[in-house]
């Protein structure tokens, strides 16, 4: 009898530990981070916001769209780079995410259905990073060496320019795929010797651990999309304007507030003030126009030939077809200067 209640008992534990499993599974985003908010079966906008991208916390931290929508019908989802909104928009966890322009092309190109609705920024957020103590000065130098970057983001396709302008190509370097985050702790640590790096990381290690900048070119950086599936964009057409107002409302409220914008930066970042102050007043230009037109096209443009002779689109008509199909510039037409 004692023997067949000890076998109860583990089997009661074991069940409890798997109800426990499941329900930390099921409070995880597809990206693997936990804590996105207003989740609801339900909800009528999935959305993401990103470090990189300072509307989309502004518009999470004011509750404009909660207010307008309704409460619990909206989820937020963090993005960690362009790569992880882009596999979230194709998985449809959400219905609107933010990357650089030259990531939503390439998505495009390779069969994910999205529109770019709206440009939230002329940043630049990608430089070739060193640490303080590096002999390297130049990417010349970097032939033969681990170079860190996060392979479907702005800063991977920085890197490509780069070493391009470099008379070097990928396979003169050792590119290691990591994210962000992961690419600049890799730099402090000396597992590489460059990074190409993005902010807020960059601005971080340039102003903490004092790494340098050895390479930076605002041509080689792309806009900030925002970008919808079109599904959501045929079935939602409302529910898009909304975001796009926000985003434009967002704009406004930084220009306004940009003491109190660098500290919801600083806040849902974990960043010093200093740190949020160089990546928003010193390297992003968000006094632009929002509908993305003929400026989004000629950088992206520039472009197509990278892509296609690196392989990563699988023709040039598919690629030059997803640019002239990429954009969709009505809500933003709509909603700018709301």
Known sequence: MARASSVLTRIGVLIAALGLLA?????????????????????????????????????????????????????????????????????????????????????????????????????????????????????????????????????????????????????????????HSDGKTALERGDVAAWAGLDPFMAQTELEAGSRLIYRNLDFNSYGFVNANEDFLAAKPQVARSVVRAYERARAWIAQNPDGAVQTLATAAKLSPDVARRQLQTRTKLAIDPVPGPAQHAVLARLVPLLVSGGLVRSEQEATGALETLFEPRFASEAKGS
Do not use: H, M
């Not at 989820?75 to 909104?85: C, D, H, I, L, P």
């Not at 995410?97 to 939230?120: E, H, K, Q, Y």
């Open 23 to 179: 329900g930390c599974a099921q409070g995880e985003n597809a990206n693997g981070s936990v804590g996105s908010t207003g989740t609801a079966p339900g909800a009528q906008l999935r959305l993401d916001y990103a470090y990189y991208n300072p509307e989309s916390l502004v518009i999470k931290e004011q509750g404009w769209l909660e207010q307008e929508l309704g409460r619990g019908s909206v989820e937020w989802v963090q993005s960690q780079g362009s790569n992880k909104a882009n596999e979230n928009l194709r998985a449809k966890v959400i219905d609107v995410g933010s990357t650089a322009g030259t990531p939503a092309l390439l998505a495009r190109a390779n069969g994910s259905p999205i529109r770019t609705i709206d440009v939230f920024s002329q940043p630049e957020w990608s430089a070739i990073v060193v640490t303080k103590n590096s002999p390297i000065t130049g990417v010349e130098q970097l032939r033969g060496q681990k170079v860190a970057a996060t392979q479907g983001t702005d800063p991977y396709f920085f890197l490509l320019q780069a070493l391009a302008a470099a008379g070097l190509s990928k396979t003169d370097v050792e590119i290691v795929n990591l994210q």
